[in-house]
C-alpha cells in the first residue's frame, strides 16, 4: 500500500486530500494543527500538534514518522489574510512568510530521508503567487509568500532529482474554506471535494521526468 502525508489536513482541502487518497487505498498519514476527524477510515493516522513554524514541532514530526517510507506528500498548510494599503502589521506578514515558504522547506527537509525513490512532492501554494498573472494587486503578504514558495519548489527539484523525485506547485483554485468565507460568491466557489480531486489527478500524472511545474488543479499550466 503506497504511503502518502498531507500536511495540513485539519479541515478544508487539507481534510479532503486526506480522504482522496485513502479512498484510492493509499495508506495516509494526516499531519494536523490541531486534529482530524476522519471517521471510519482504516488506514489513516492522524499526527496532531504539528505547528510547521515551530522546529520542536517539526522534530516530533520526524520521530512519529520515524523510517517510514513516503510515496507522496502534499503540503497544504497555510494562511491568506486581505491587508489594506497603509495598514500593514509587519510582524504579521513575517508570521505569514513563515508559515507559507518556511513552513513547506522545514516539513520536507525534516523528511526528505523519508522519501521513497521516484517519489513526488507537491506544494499548494496559489495563483496569487504567480508574478507573470497578477493582474490585480493587493494581498502583500499573501502574494509574496506564495512566490517565495514556488520559488522554493523550484528549488527542491533540483535537490531531490538526483532521487527521481518529482516536485510540482498546485494552485487549487478558488475554495470554498473557512480561510474564503465571506468573500463576495463564496458559496459558488469550488468545493473541497472537488479541489482536492483535481490536486490528485495532478499528482498521479507526475513521473520522474516532470519538469518543475505550476499548475491549477484542473491541469491548466500557470505562469510563474
Avoid at 60 to 76: F, G, M, N, R
Avoid at 143 to 153: D, T
Wanted: proline fraction near 4%; hydrophobic fraction near 45%.
Amino acid at each position: 500500500m503506497p504511503h502518502a502525508v498531507i500536511v495540513g489536513a485539519d479541515r478544508g482541502i487539507g481534510a479532503a486530500l486526506v480522504n482522496r487518497y485513502a479512498t484510492a487505498g493509499y495508506y495516509v498519514t494526516a499531519v494536523c494543527l490541531a486534529g482530524g476527524d476522519f471517521g471510519t477510515l482504516a488506514n489513516v493516522r492522524v499526527i496532531s500538534g504539528i505547528d510547521v513554524t515551530r522546529d520542536t514541532a517539526i522534530h516530533s514530526l520526524t520521530e512519529q514518522v520515524a523510517d517510514t517510507k513516503i510515496d507522496e506528500l502534499v503540503h497544504v498548510a497555510g494562511i491568506g489574510v486581505f491587508e489594506k494599503w497603509g495598514a500593514f502589521d509587519f510582524d504579521a506578514m513575517l508570521d505569514h512568510y513563515n508559515l507559507n515558504a518556511l513552513g513547506p522547506l522545514r516539513v520536507i527537509h525534516a523528511l526528505a530521508d523519508n522519501m521513497a525513490f521516484g517519489g513526488k512532492i507537491g506544494i499548494v501554494t496559489s495563483r496569487m503567487g504567480s508574478i507573470g498573472d497578477n493582474q490585480s494587486g493587493r494581498m502583500y503578504s499573501y502574494r509574496m509568500s506564495k512566490a517565495a514558495a514556488n520559488m522554493l519548489g523550484v528549488t527542491l527539484y533540483h535537490e531531490f532529482r538526483p532521487r527521481s523525485v518529482a516536485v510540482i506547485l498546485l494552485h487549487p483554485g478558488t475554495v470554498a474554506t473557512d480561510m474564503t468565507k465571506g468573500a463576495k460568491g463564496w458559496d459558488s466557489f469550488t468545493k473541497p471535494d472537488e479541489a482536492a480531486d483535481g490536486l490528485f489527478q495532478q499528482m498521479q500524472a507526475l513521473g520522474p521526468d516532470t519538469p518543475p511545474e505550476f499548475r491549477h488543479q484542473d491541469g491548466t499550466l500557470l505562469p510563474w
